[in-house]
């Protein structure tokens, strides 16, 4: 049974730090993993998707990574703004996505 | 970007009526899902519904839901009497093949009172 687990669970920056955001699965036979950001009450956005083929993907000041063998992504944010607060989550798909609890970014100015 | 819209964003319902949520999904996108999330819980998976018929239910999806495609394109969730428990906020998404990017509607949020 595929587990997917985010530390932390929460986390508090000043704005222009870099940040790493982690993401742990069980099963590493995963097609590919998903990022995504979820405003307070919102919907998903997906952020990137990376294959299981892929050790990186970027988006703009976004940069994930994944280990599959490790069975562990982690999501890299660059000179973090307060536009960037949200909860971030990976999902891996296992026929349906398995969500990790997700990890609640505050960045304050 | 492609996009999934869903219908009402919010609805507040009293215990035991029946609601019906509906998903615009992506045309040509072949996979669909609906999830559910619990204030301050996880993410969590209900139904998958693939050429035409249902592929996967969890253990959420009892006798109460129905997932149905009245027009042959949308989709609607039905709950048929519904509980306190049964508040959330309800996704749907779909993608277009089994390794492609899954993308998610703004989501319902059901208020059972």
């Known amino acids: 049974k595929q587990e997917v687990t985010q530390i932390p669970a929460a986390l508090s920056v000043p704005e222009g730090e870099n940040l790493v955001l982690n993401c742990s699965f069980t099963?590493?036979?995963?097609?590919?993993l998903q990022w995504f950001r979820q405003d307070p009450g919102k919907g998903l956005t997906s952020l990137l998707l990376?294959?299981?083929?892929?050790r990186e993907q970027t988006s703009g000041r976004l940069n994930a990574s994944l280990d599959k063998s490790s069975g562990r992504s982690t999501l890299y944010i660059a000179a973090s703004q307060p536009g960037d607060s949200a909860t971030y989550l990976c999902?891996?798909?296992?026929?349906?996505?398995?969500f990790g609890t997700g990890t609640r970014l505050q960045v304050f100015p | 970007e492609p996009e999934v819209t869903q219908t009402p964003s919010h609805q507040v319902t009293q215990m035991g009526q029946e609601v019906i949520l509906r998903c615009v999904p992506i045309?040509?996108?072949?996979?669909f899902y609906w999830y559910r999330q619990i204030l301050g819980q996880k993410v969590e998976f209900l139904v998958s519904?693939?050429?035409?018929?249902?592929?996967?239910k969890s253990e959420i999806f009892d006798d109460q839901f129905s997932v149905e495609r009245p027009d042959g394109s949308n989709f609607t969730l039905k709950i048929r009497s519904t509980k306190l428990e049964d508040s959330a906020m309800y996704f749907c998404?779909?993608?277009?093949?089994?390794?492609?990017?899954?993308?998610f509607g703004q989501g319902t949020r059901l208020t059972v009172v």
């Open positions: 999902a891996v798909p296992f026929d349906k996505l398995i």
């Open positions: 099963d590493s036979a995963i097609y590919n």
């Open positions: 990376i294959q299981s083929s892929q």
């Open positions: 045309s040509n996108h072949l996979y």
């Open positions: 519904f693939y050429n035409n018929e249902i592929s996967e």
């Open positions: 998404a779909n993608h277009a093949g089994i390794s492609t990017e899954a993308f």
